[in-house]
């Protein structure tokens, strides 16, 4: 069962982590991208003040907004780096051709050919940037270096299904006032800002029958997205409780489960047992016949671990009926996905810091081999790994 213990021991490692967070919080360089260079100051600050202002038919918000809606769809892979360095390359070089995919996202199909030379073009570019640098800190070989979403080598699939659908959804939006004889000036801000809540925001952009993105967006990605708008670039509008820091689950991408599996944070909320037989953890399936993590599974998984714990279900019920709102009564369990919400509610740290801490140690310390950086690990005191050597050889993400 869990006890008080280790829910205050778990409190203090995610604490820890979202402290690291804050400090270490991760900016896309959205600055260095062409159609946003007036929208950022002379520090690189977005300039909140003319988020309001239009740019074409327009606000900077909308189009700020549909550049995070592409970019959380590409935002995955092996090198996160090189996939920002790709999306930033081709994005500038289009604009430069006066193909301004965020402003007419129909430019993007009309000049398909060059959409699809530059995106070849620029990833062969980030190719001999990044290649050896990311073979060195995987162990792996530089010719297997592939950003493409699904490392795929089919650009036409990869450009119409990982960059055309989400550039279909504001033009889509776009279509129906028109028909319905309506005007606005943020059609994606204002569809974003309809739902109840972030969470459930993030669930409508991939699930809604007719503006979701379907299998070309994940769960992980929808919850990036709704970290970046709120969180990130503090884009909403809205500054109710189901637009604010708890609003959203956390996105559970690689990084997020490594660090959360070694550290031993799971396994104090079930059995081992019992992530195998969710298929959370599949034997022998991962790199080198390695135990495989794959954390996304955890998503809608009961803990059966918690009893007596009114203090900690009192902070639950808040978190799933007035931040998320995906309960209008108190949950009789509880889901694992939504624990770092509740040890963070109260405390000065949001969902969104404590994903920099994860996506920060996760990279720089917690690498996805046998010999991560535990020796300079900021969390090494609070990490079952550190004294536990098989949580790292044995299970890869």
Same mark, same amino acid.
């Given at each position: 069962?869990?006890?008080?213990?280790?829910?205050?021991?778990?409190?203090?490692?995610?604490?820890?982590?979202?402290?690291?967070?804050?400090?270490?919080?991760?900016?896309?360089?959205?600055?260095?991208?062409?159609?946003?260079?007036?929208?950022?100051?002379?520090?690189?600050?977005?300039?909140?003040?003319?988020?309001?202002?239009?740019?074409?038919?327009?606000?900077?918000?909308?189009?700020?907004?549909?550049?995070?809606?592409?970019?959380?769809?590409?935002?995955?892979?092996?090198?996160?780096?090189?996939?920002?360095?790709? !999306?930033?390359?081709?994005?500038?070089?289009?604009?430069?051709?006066?193909?301004?995919?965020?402003?007419?996202?129909?430019?993007?199909?009309?000049?398909?050919?060059?959409?699809? *030379?530059?995106?070849?073009?620029?990833?062969?570019?980030?190719?001999?940037?990044?290649?050896?640098?990311?073979?060195?800190?995987?162990?792996?070989?530089?010719?297997?270096?592939?950003?493409?979403?699904?490392?795929?080598?089919?650009?036409?699939?990869?450009?119409?299904?990982?960059?055309?659908?989400?550039?279909?959804?504001?033009?889509?939006?776009?279509?129906?006032?028109?028909?319905?004889? $309506?005007?606005?000036?943020?059609?994606?801000?204002?569809?974003?800002?309809?739902?109840?809540?972030?969470?459930?925001?993030?669930?409508?952009?991939?699930?809604?029958?007719?503006?979701?993105?379907? #299998?070309?967006?994940?769960?992980?990605?929808?919850?990036?997205?709704?970290?970046?708008?709120?969180?990130?670039?503090?884009?909403? @509008?809205? #500054?109710?409780?189901?637009? =604010? =820091?708890?609003?959203?689950?956390?996105?559970? *991408?690689?990084?997020?489960?490594?660090?959360? !599996?070694?550290?031993?944070?799971?396994?104090?909320?079930?059995?081992?047992?019992?992530?195998?037989?969710?298929?959370?953890?599949?034997?022998?399936?991962?790199?080198? =016949?390695?135990?495989?993590?794959?954390?996304?599974?955890?998503?809608?998984? $009961?803990?059966?671990?918690?009893? *007596?714990?009114?203090?900690?279900?009192?902070?639950?019920?808040?978190?799933?009926?007035?931040?998320?709102?995906?309960?209008?009564?108190?949950? %009789?369990?509880?889901?694992?996905?939504?624990?770092?919400?509740?040890?963070?509610?109260?405390?000065?740290? %949001?969902?969104?810091?404590?994903?920099?801490?994860?996506?920060?140690?996760?990279?720089?310390?917690?690498?996805?081999? *046998?010999?991560?950086?535990?020796? @300079?690990?900021?969390?090494?005191?609070?990490?079952?790994?550190?004294?536990?050597?098989?949580?790292?050889?044995?299970?890869?993400?």
């Amino acid at each position: 069962m869990v006890t008080q213990q280790m829910i205050d021991k778990n409190k203090n490692l995610i604490k820890r982590i979202a402290e690291i967070g804050r400090q270490h919080s991760l900016k896309l360089p959205i600055q260095e991208i062409f159609p946003f260079r007036y929208y950022f100051d002379k520090d690189g600050q977005l300039i909140k003040d003319n988020l309001n202002e239009n740019d074409g038919l327009w606000t900077r918000r909308e189009i700020l907004t549909r550049y995070l809606l592409v970019n959380v769809v590409l935002d995955q892979g092996p090198d996160i780096e090189g996939v920002r360095l790709l !999306f930033r390359n081709v994005i500038n070089a289009l604009y430069e051709k006066e193909i301004r995919i965020f402003h007419k996202p129909l430019d993007f199909f009309e000049e398909l050919g060059i959409s699809i *030379d530059e995106i070849l073009e620029k990833h062969e570019g980030v190719k001999k940037i990044r290649a050896d640098i990311w073979a060195n800190e995987n162990k792996s070989k530089p010719n297997k270096y592939n950003i493409f979403t699904d490392r795929t080598n089919q650009v036409l699939g990869y450009a119409v299904y990982r960059w055309g659908v989400p550039l279909c959804v504001p033009l889509l939006l776009e279509k129906d006032l028109q028909k319905n004889q $309506k005007e606005s000036s943020e059609p994606l801000v204002n569809y974003i800002e309809s739902w109840p809540s972030a969470e459930l925001m993030s669930q409508q952009i991939k699930d809604n029958s007719r503006y979701g993105l379907g #299998k070309a967006i994940g769960d992980k990605a929808g919850h990036l997205l709704a970290k970046w708008y709120i969180h990130t670039f503090d884009l909403a @509008k809205r #500054k109710d409780i189901p637009f =604010g =820091g708890f609003s959203y689950e956390l996105p559970l *991408d690689s990084n997020a489960g490594r660090v959360l !599996f070694r550290t031993g944070f799971l396994l104090d909320f079930a059995e081992l047992s019992e992530y195998e037989k969710w298929n959370v953890i599949q034997k022998n399936m991962g790199k080198g =016949g390695k135990h495989y993590i794959r954390v996304t599974n955890i998503r809608g998984k $009961k803990s059966s671990r918690f009893s *007596d714990l009114n203090d900690f279900m009192n902070f639950y019920e808040s978190i799933c009926v007035e931040h998320l709102k995906i309960r209008r009564q108190r949950p %009789r369990k509880v889901e694992i996905q939504h624990i770092p919400n509740v040890l963070l509610l109260g405390t000065d740290y %949001r969902v969104g810091d404590l994903d920099d801490g994860l996506m920060y140690i996760g990279t720089e310390y917690c690498l996805n081999h *046998d010999e991560p950086k535990c020796g @300079k690990c900021p969390i090494q005191e609070l990490c079952l790994g550190y004294k536990r050597k098989d949580l790292i050889t044995d299970y890869r993400t």
